[in-house]
């Protein structure tokens, strides 16, 4: 019975043991991802988070091949194999750069030079309103890379609002505003929780802070 209950520690700790691969959008690094991994080195030092940087159709063919323990992502997959949970909402709004003059314009105007990310299918996929009109004048495939080119002055952005303020832009409601979801996915598992688990609870914990207004919250 000793060699047997000392398996079973072997095994409990071996789940809790080596690298736990999780994707997420850039901008997200800061304010969810890092500090679930401080929680999670306090809660399991001996697993170490690989951070990576897959857009959703490769996050998703690498969570499905086993390369890959978790992401994030606004989109939730329609993928029976996969597990799906709203990480939180995520209303958006219009920000510029502090020195923009849309900055200090309650009014949107019409010529205002937006940058957006591709078009998908041939719709817009940030969530814009669609009835309200812009001028898309740059495109990028990364919102770390739209964040950027806010920063410069030139551009505008439609940005979730925590990381418009995260980044000291100044938010432009609209009337209309959209909100998208922000999603975990990981693989569905049939085994006892393990490392995906832990991460995905340390991501949960750190939500559920930033609600409460907590001080270690981002």
């Known amino acids: 019975m000793r060699t047997v209950h000392e398996a079973l520690l072997a095994l409990e700790d071996e789940r809790f043991r080596g690298p736990v691969h999780v994707s997420a959008p850039g901008p997200f690094v800061p304010l969810v991802v890092l500090p679930a991994f401080a929680r999670l080195a306090d809660a399991h030092p001996d697993l170490v988070p690989h951070l990576h940087a897959l857009d959703a159709s490769a996050a998703i063919g690498a969570l499905q091949r086993g390369e890959l323990d978790v992401a994030l992502l606004e989109d939730a997959p329609d993928a029976p194999d996969?597990?799906?949970r709203a990480l939180t909402r995520l209303p958006h709004a219009v920000f510029a750069a502090p020195a923009h003059p849309l900055a200090g314009d309650p009014a949107?105007?019409?010529?205002?030079?937006?940058?957006?990310p591709p078009r998908v299918r041939g719709r817009e996929v940030d969530g814009y309103p669609s009835h309200l009109p812009r001028s898309v004048r740059l495109r990028v495939d990364r919102m770390q890379a739209a964040i950027d080119a806010v920063r410069t002055g030139r551009y505008v952005a439609y940005l979730p609002t925590r990381v418009g303020a995260a980044h000291g832009f100044v938010a432009?409601?609209?009337?209309?505003?959209a909100a998208t979801t922000l999603h975990v996915v990981h693989r569905a598992s049939l085994h006892l929780p393990g490392r995906t688990e832990a991460l995905?609870?340390?991501l949960f914990a750190v939500e559920q802070a930033a609600r409460r207004g907590d001080s270690a919250a981002p």
């Open 82 to 84: 996969l597990a799906v």
């Open 108 to 116: 949107l105007p019409t010529d205002a030079a937006f940058v957006a």
């Open 172 to 177: 432009h409601p609209l009337d209309a505003e």
């Open 200 to 202: 995905v609870d340390a």
